[in-house]
């Protein structure tokens, strides 16, 4: 092939390209979005921070800094969050973009009814307004069914304590309550996290939703109850809004961004989310913590 050939075809080839770029920036309204291309991947590319709150299996695989990365780039690997508040910040290597219906699918692994344990885990969203790449922009909670419920409580936050030690970690919260995240006999060693081992305590706030565990009625099984929809972890009733709930992921449209104010916000598209454990609970012994636990995520947009 002779060098103008080449160097045609080489122009033809970035000229594609170009346009599929300029389509999807059309198609949005947008010029920062980081489009889809050939070598794109439906999955999660990154993971830029994870703090775990306390929790029984913080500390160990599926709860460390490691584990945490290996949710990149599929949806078999399991990361765990812990207690209230603890979470995991991760992003794709392009934009989703806001379409209609659902655009965003992350996995969990919640145990269908009726011996139901969802552990829901609250969604936020973020676009790279200032375009450095990194998650520093403004967070917009993905209001599920439960957001403007009575007993949802907005701006909650909790206080863990270091207990030196193999021993249940004691919290308080700013609505004057105290607990403790509980050691078990499964999971014998410090459920406080190593990157805060050095600090006498650690704190987490956000969205509260209500508790909803319990014991099947004439037993003594434990269950931990989903919401209808837009939580992770979670085992949806509502297969309008998330047709995905009783499979392995539950759904989620960017539409449903709102801000701290909780005004609806119009995202063109996404490039960061965040996921975090939503309830402040304790099942029974075998089950420990409410802790939301995810095995990735992906750009349902991308078929």
């Known amino acids: 092939m002779s060098v103008n050939r080449i160097i045609i075809l080489t122009g033809l080839l970035a000229a594609v390209f170009v346009s599929c770029s300029k389509d999807e920036t059309k198609e949005s309204g947008d010029p920062g979005i980081r489009p889809v291309t050939d070598s794109s991947s439906p999955y999660i590319s990154v993971v830029f921070d994870y703090q775990p709150a306390p929790g029984q299996f913080v500390n160990e695989s599926i709860g460390t800094p490691a584990g945490a990365q290996k ?5 078999t690997e399991l990361l765990h969050l812990g207690a209230f508040g603890g979470y995991v910040v991760f992003g794709f290597d392009h934009s989703i973009l806001n379409k209609n219906g659902a655009d965003l699918a992350i996995y969990g692994n919640p145990v269908k ?9 609250i969604v936020m969203v973020s676009k790279d ?6 998650p520093d922009d403004t967070w917009y909670e993905l209001a599920g069914s439960e957001y403007r419920a009575a007993t949802t409580i907005k701006h909650y936050k909790v206080t863990y304590y270091n207990p030196g030690g193999v021993k249940d970690v004691p919290w308080k919260d700013n609505q004057g309550r105290s607990g403790a995240v509980l050691i078990n006999t499964f999971h014998d060693h410090s459920y406080y996290p190593l990157f805060a081992a050095n600090q006498d305590s650690i704190s987490f706030e956000g969205t509260l939703l209500k508790s909803t565990s319990g014991v099947l009625p004439g037993t003594t099984t434990y269950v931990n109850t989903g919401f209808a929809w837009g939580y992770a972890d979670n085992w949806g009733t509502d297969a309008a809004k998330d047709p995905y709930a009783t499979n392995l992921y539950n759904s989620f449209d960017l539409s449903w961004a709102v801000n701290s104010n909780g005004e609806a916000v119009n995202l063109s598209a996404i490039d960061f989310v965040k996921v975090y454990t939503g309830q ?12 939301t636990e995810i095995r990735g995520a992906v750009d349902l947009n991308m078929k």
């Open 129 to 134: 307004e200032n375009r450095n790449g990194r």
């Open 71 to 75: 949710i990149i780039g599929g949806t």
């Open 280 to 291: 402040q609970d304790k099942g029974d012994a075998a089950v420990g913590e409410t802790s």
């Open 113 to 121: 009814p009726p011996v139901e344990l969802s552990e829901p885990g």
